[in-house]
């Protein structure tokens, strides 16, 4: 399971530091309140206030929803107004475990594996009705653990993960026989899943090329990302149209669409000096990525299959914003790239808007050693 | 703020409010970055300084806000009152942000509302939140209409754009966070955003129309830079390469030429059978035949205006990429500058009506045939693009599903004509977006790759000059280099 390592690595500091106070740091985007008494680009990583240990934090464009042993909460837009922080009782003395929002609502997952739906504009929780063993052959019901562990949620698709491995497009089953799934990760029109066996599964709509199969075709259920044949993956992050991943030897692959240097991979200056994800994008079916390109607008690169980021260390853990990466390293340092415009790479837009290089990260405090880092929308966490 | 001459906040502008320009550049820069915008900003810190460095003599400038004070009433009337509640279409736009935007909208008719002797710090703080938030709304509606297909993108996203762009505009204007040519500079660009994502509101809001909005502007920012001495009077005539284009590959028949053929001529001969025909002698009468000669003309009326530029060989290269900037800013590195780019395609002339009135809808457009199907949703009218570049801009062949009349404004191009027959030999690109985008490269046959081509019939070929235009029936296949820097306007119709 992709949180294992984590989960091991912090479970040892963790129970020393139950008492000492959790902290959270917060930069990006801050236009819907996620954080009150800040103005609305918070490029200095700040301070959040939460009371207990962190279990699940998840940050969307309009909130900002933090899960402890204590208690779930959600600031930002809520109840159709911006600057409001809400206390999520989720009932039966349970706690939230798992939390990941979105623009209208929060898929939160209590600690006895049951899903909820919080919706953010009339501020009304749902107990979501069981729908994970329907489809489960009797054999299969009896053996199979199906409380929810995990859930991810964007715009377009919600997820839900099941302890034995099992994915659900809320409320339907994924069939994907034989395939223990360790994780989900939703983008704004694509969907990553990573198997026990670390390979990487996408599927959803593939315009930008953030389903990493070469190409810029859909696919309507999880295929296999051939590229990535050999490499064991541990770990899945999926940005609006670009989508990041670390294999368990630390290294980092990007792919989809750099339209503000979220691959992490310099472009060309425009100015003809090719490098080599140009060269190799040209592999691919180059004149549909053309095309596409004139469709889309204006900008940006597409690259259609995944490319490894040169880090300055091994990578513990990848996560994406709507149009920017960050990277926690193993020597405990951050690496971001992508979009700035909001600080969600903690410097100012000032200094830069967007950086299609890995840039460090600096937190006020140089002596916090963060162990998690969490990016959603334009903005990015860094907690302990 | 009717005079904002006489607040103290401009009296030493240049120092004071850098830390308020950096806000709008940096919004400026999350959507485009430009140099030409860039420099502009680092010169209206330094307006005086600059001016004398180019050996130009200061002239005076009009007060601060001045044009401003008089553009805000004309832009004024273009926001819809209360449009955010009288627009219902905006019920499916997610609510966070409409809030935001209708928080936005707020500021800015507050701040209109407060007279220029109100707190001044708050006054800008308030401008620079409104500045962001409607930043913040502009940027995540872009993320929606990059969301799935660009023609299946909810009409809403790109009303909210619009609106969003006009109260940018206003945010911008109320501001007073840089010298008033940046201001109007950028309050251009966000109209041109807008013009290019947004689309125009339906009844009753049909007043917001950025067309107006960036016509007022940027006949305003004309006026400010006439008045700053700088680029007026500056004819930059067109030239012709110092090395001129050899033909390679194939060379084709030369095409036939009428001059001023009656329109029934026209329909019998060549409409209705669907011949290729040079037409001299028609658009001698063009104001655009003259004025265009002259870039610097071009530069006064539409330098400021953003728009996409096609970078690389041609568009079915894989080199290919579009870029948006500003026509100054093209002028002066593809034009002028020699770098390819070309300004294609683009329907330029309702983007900038002062350059509509240059041209004249040939009479010929007038003729219709029903017998073409168009896949395209059917429109009315003609569909007029410009065509804007440097020597050495290619189209490669395609065809078009409609008639087409190309007008060469300024210098010249050859094109090689093959029938719609000559399809299987030219070896269309099997993907559906580039099957009208023949394979095979007239001016670089590769007969090994396709054979085919070897024993085709000899093309029609034309170069066109200025006064010249050139009738390409629908389906008819067409291959385009311009041979100097060029101009041209086609018509499209049915």
């Known amino acids: 399971m992709i949180e294992k390592s984590h989960f091991q690595k912090i479970s040892r500091p963790l129970t020393a530091c139950t008492a000492l106070k959790m902290t959270l ?3 990006g985007w801050n236009g819907c309140g996620q954080v009150k008494g800040h103005p609305i680009v918070i490029s200095t990583p700040t ?20 899960a402890t042993r204590k208690s ?102 994924i ?80 792919w989809g669409w750099g339209s503000d240097g979220q691959l992490g991979i310099k472009e060309e200056d425009g100015e003809g000096n090719e490098h080599p994800a140009k060269r190799r994008k040209q592999k691919i079916d180059s004149q549909l990525l053309v095309v596409e390109e004139r469709e889309e607008k204006f900008r940006g690169t597409v690259q259609a299959f995944p490319l490894p980021v040169e880090t300055p260390a091994d990578v513990e853990q990848v996560s994406c914003g709507s149009r920017h990466t960050l990277v926690l390293l193993v020597d405990g340092t951050i690496f971001g790239c992508g979009w700035n415009a909001y600080g969600q790479l903690a410097c100012s837009p000032d200094v830069c808007t967007r950086s299609p290089e890995l840039r460090k990260i600096l937190l006020p405090d140089s002596n916090t050693r963060i162990s998690r880092i969490q990016c959603g929308g334009w903005s990015s966490c860094f907690f302990l | ?77 273009l926001l819809p009152p209360n449009v955010c509640n ?70 809403v996203h790109r009303h909210v754009f619009s609106i969003a762009s006009l109260v940018k505009i206003l945010s911008l204007l109320q501001s007073q966070a840089g010298g008033e040519e940046t201001l109007l500079r950028l309050a251009l660009k966000a109209a041109d955003m807008g013009l290019l994502l947004g689309a125009p509101l339906p009844p009753p809001n049909e007043c917001l129309d950025l067309t107006v909005a960036a016509s007022v502007l940027s006949t305003s920012l004309a006026q400010v830079i006439d008045q700053s001495g700088s680029e007026s009077d500056s004819i930059i005539p067109v030239e012709k390469p110092a090395v001129p284009f050899i033909p390679t590959g194939l060379v084709g028949s030369q095409i036939q030429e009428l001059f001023c053929p009656s329109i029934e001529k026209f329909r019998v001969d060549h409409f209705n059978p669907k011949v290729p025909v040079k037409i001299k002698g028609c658009m001698l009468h063009w104001p655009a035949f003259k004025k265009w000669c002259d870039i610097g003309y071009l530069q006064r009326v539409a330098g400021a205006r953003t728009v996409p530029i096609e970078l690389g060989s041609h568009y079915a290269h894989t080199d290919y990429s579009q870029k948006l900037m500003t026509i100054a800013d093209f002028i002066e590195q593809h034009v002028v500058g020699g770098k390819l780019g070309y300004l294609a395609q683009h329907q330029l ?30 429109s009315d009218g003609t569909d007029i693009n410009a065509w804007f570049g440097p020597a050495g801009t290619v189209s490669p062949l395609h065809h078009d599903p409609k008639h087409n009349l190309l007008a060469q404004v300024v210098g010249s ?72 820097t060029s101009f041209s306007v086609s018509f499209w119709w049915k």
């Not at chain 1, 301070?47 to 933090?66: K, Q, R, Y």
Request: hydrophobic share 35%; aromatic share 6%; proline share 6%.
């Open chain 2, 349 to 378: 002339f309702e983007q900038v009506p002062e350059l509509r009135a240059d041209i004249c809808e040939p009479e010929y457009c007038c003729l219709s045939d029903d017998s073409i199907q168009i896949d395209e949703p059917a």
């Open chain 1, 25 to 27: 740091y917060y930069c």
């Open chain 2, 1 to 77: 703020m009717a005079d904002s001459a006489s607040s103290p906040i401009m009296k030493n502008d240049t120092k004071s409010n850098s830390d308020h320009e950096n806000v709008v550049e940096k919004l400026e820069a999350s959507v485009l970055e430009s140099p030409k915008c860039k420099r502009d900003f680092q010169s209206s810190l330094s307006d005086s300084d600059s001016v004398c460095a180019e050996g130009e003599t200061v002239s005076k400038k009009a007060s601060y806000g001045d044009r401003i004070s008089k553009v805000l009433p004309k832009l004024w009337k």
């Open chain 1, 175 to 254: 069939s994907l026989p034989k395939l223990v799934v360790t994780n989900v990760s939703c983008g704004n029109e694509h969907c990553l899943l990573v198997t026990q066996c670390g390979s990487v599964f996408t599927w959803g709509n593939g315009s930008r090329g953030q389903l990493g199969h070469g190409d810029l075709e859909p696919e309507e259920s999880p295929r296999i990302v051939d590229a990535l044949a050999g490499v064991a993956v541990s770990q899945i992050s999926a940005g609006a149209w670009h989508s990041a991943v670390v294999t368990s030897s630390g290294d980092l692959y990007t």
């Open chain 1, 72 to 173: 779930l909460s959600m600031t930002g837009f809520v109840g159709n107004q911006h600057g409001v922080s809400k206390q999520i009782t989720l009932g039966d003395g349970s706690n939230a475990v798992h939390v990941s929002s979105c623009l209208n609502h929060s898929l939160i997952v209590n600690d006895k594996g049951k899903c909820f739906d919080y919706n953010l504009e009339t501020d009304t929780l749902r107990p979501l009705p069981k729908f994970t063993s329907a489809e489960y052959t009797d054999e299969e019901a009896d053996t199979l653990d199906d409380t929810i562990v995990r859930v991810s949620c964007s715009d377009y698709s919600n997820l839900a993960l099941t302890k034995s491995g099992k994915v659900f497009t809320i409320p339907s089953p």
């Open chain 2, 86 to 155: 009288t627009f219902p279409q905006l019920d499916s736009v997610p609510k966070p942000i409409l809030k935001l935007m209708k928080d936005a909208e707020d500021i800015v008719l507050n701040l209109n509302s407060v007279t220029s002797n109100g707190d001044e710090r708050k006054l800008r703080n308030d401008a620079e939140r409104a500045l962001t938030s409607i930043q913040g709304v502009l940027d995540h509606t872009w993320e929606q209409l990059n969301t799935g297909h660009w023609r299946d993108v909810p009409l």
């Open chain 1, 47 to 66: 301070v959040v206030a939460v009371d207990g240990s962190i279990e699940s934090v998840s940050c969307s464009w309009s909130v900002l929803s933090v």
């Open chain 2, 413 to 484: 191009k050859r094109i090689l004509l093959f029938p719609p027959e000559a399809s299987a030999a030219l070896y269309p690109h099997s993907d559906r977006l580039l099957s009208n985008t023949a394979r095979i490269d007239p001016e670089k046959p590769d007969y090994e790759q396709f054979p085919l081509f070897k024993n085709i019939a000899p093309p029609v070929e034309c170069n066109l000059e200025a006064g010249e235009m050139l009738y390409i029936p629908p389906r008819y296949w067409h291959h385009v280099r311009s041979l100097s």
